[in-house]
């Protein structure tokens, strides 16, 4: 696929590592449905339910209830973000509140697939989403795959 | 004998086609009809209802119009790229499009159509509904149409062609 120079300039770290664009526009989904495999609906724990958000896990824009939302699809929380035999990793990037702002998936090639907002699906390194606009990693999860 | 001349959309037009050729008239006549009906029966159309759906469809004035499209485009620009619809709705441009207020409804109905995403939230801030039912929940197309449908059941005149 190709690069995008407007990326670029809202997230810096994107030009100094490895990504391309991997997918059309979409306002159908977000970063977190994209993070939990989905691609038809939008997660966002609003209170007045008119996003999608796990039954039963608070609607609130914390890291426990986002770490609870993947949990409800197997998901715990993990130390480590390297790639290992047996376990698909999603990455949870926090602002310097600790509020969530961004989710990636790891892909079986070690690198990670992220959602950016209503833009497109991008295929990148952990870091090259660290900035002012995601913030940092605050939080890796696994969950065994067959 | 006076004409007058009134502006339809193509669905519009289509219903009234249909409810024509049903009723075995020709839609002039199906429009006569209505007309004499309510001047009958003009009680069957309350003042208030009548107010309240002119009040829902009076003209926005341009330069409400025009502030809307620039404060849109300064939060489109911003917040592009960012995962969360609560950060989008929390940019200044989006709570002072928010702020202008039920007069501007018609208008994000109508733009709902070319983004669906944009507007569901300060149509929910705006109004205090919210029309999505569970089984749409973050279905965004769906959720879009579900906040047309509310439009109309309203009495909002949206736009088809936006």
Redesign the interface.
Known sequence: MYRRPE?EI??PSLSRTDYQVTSPKS???????WAAEED?????P?P??????PDGVPQE?TIEAYIQAYQTLGYEICLGEGLEVGYQKIAIYVDSSGI????ARQLANGKWTS?????EDIEHELDGLVGD??GVVGQILKRAVN | MNTIAIALSDERLLKLQKLANDLNVSIEELVLIGIENLLAQPESLSPYTAQDILNKNAKIPPEIVDKFYALASDWEKD??????????SQHPAYQEIISMGTHIVPLLLSELKR????W??AL?AITGE?P?K?EQ?????Q?ASAWIDWGRNQGYAIEENV
């Open positions: 990326f809202k997230w306002q159908e989904y977000n970063c977190f449905a038809d609906r939008w997660w966002q609003i007045g339910e008119q996003f999608y958000w824009e969530p702002t961004h989710a959602k950016l907002g209503w833009l606009r995601y | 917040v592009a790229g960012l995962s969360s619809t609560a950060q989008m983004n669906p995403l944009y569901l939230s929910s919210n999505i569970p929940r973050g279905r965004v197309k959720m």
